[in-house]
């Protein structure tokens, strides 16, 4: 049977506890958003197909728990990923410090091909933000990635950001086509184990 979509992508999305990531991906996978979630045990994903350039894209997106007790799990998982989402809380100083750490992991269990973005999330609670936005692009210009501020809660920049990183990964996937025209390989593993578990609330925007 033909397969429903031309290539399939993997997202990662990584950060401390709390800043938004599983809002965002639902967000972003179902234009919904819930005031609460149960918080990620291990790893679990969404799915969303897209239309670029004329091609299916079925994007797949992986959410973890974000805790140290986890790291054993992040540093597996960042395994064939094309795209790397590192999401910091703007109302959350600590967040943001603790970006360069986790820019540090991707960096040494990803790919070196990996495209990579910085999402300022929860930017509707402007009223009680702790960073600003000129730090978070300084940041990224410094890093040389992308960089977006975005609200889950109420859908600001959300598809803009991944559509933009979709994008990205597409052209250098396009790059980096084989002489025969055919985009090479990409083994990805999905394992069911502690995919769906989850435990504790974990309140997000």
């Not at 999305?13 to 800043?19: F, L, N």
């Not at 410094?142 to 933009?164: C, D, H, P, R, Y």
Request: net charge positive; glycine share 6%; aromatic share 10%.
């Amino acid at each position: 049977m033909a397969r429903a979509y031309d290539f399939l992508y993997k997202i990662v999305v990584i950060g401390d506890p709390g800043v938004g990531k599983t809002c965002v991906i639902f967000r972003f996978s179902e234009d919904v958003f819930h005031t609460t979630f149960l918080s990620v045990i291990g790893i679990d994903f969404k799915f969303r197909t897209i239309e670029l350039d004329g091609k299916k894209i079925k994007v797949q997106i992986w959410d973890t728990a974000g805790q140290e007790r986890f790291k054993a799990i992040n540093t597996t998982y960042y395994r064939g990923a094309q795209g790397i989402m590192v999401l910091y809380d703007i109302t959350n100083q600590n967040s943001f410090v603790n970006m360069r750490k986790w820019i540090r992991e991707s960096e040494e269990h990803g790919s070196a091909d990996a495209e990579k973005m910085i999402l300022g999330n929860k930017c509707d609670m402007d009223e009680t933000r702790a960073v600003s936005q000129e730090k978070g692009e300084q940041l990224a210009k410094e890093l040389g990635i992308k960089f977006f501020e975005t609200s889950a809660k109420v859908a600001i920049n959300v598809e803009e950001a991944f559509m933009t990183l979709v994008r990205d990964i597409k052209s250098k996937m396009d790059r980096n086509m084989d002489a025969k025209g055919q985009q090479k390989p990409e083994v990805i593993k999905v394992t069911k184990k502690n995919s769906h578990k989850k435990s504790c609330l974990n309140f997000c925007t």
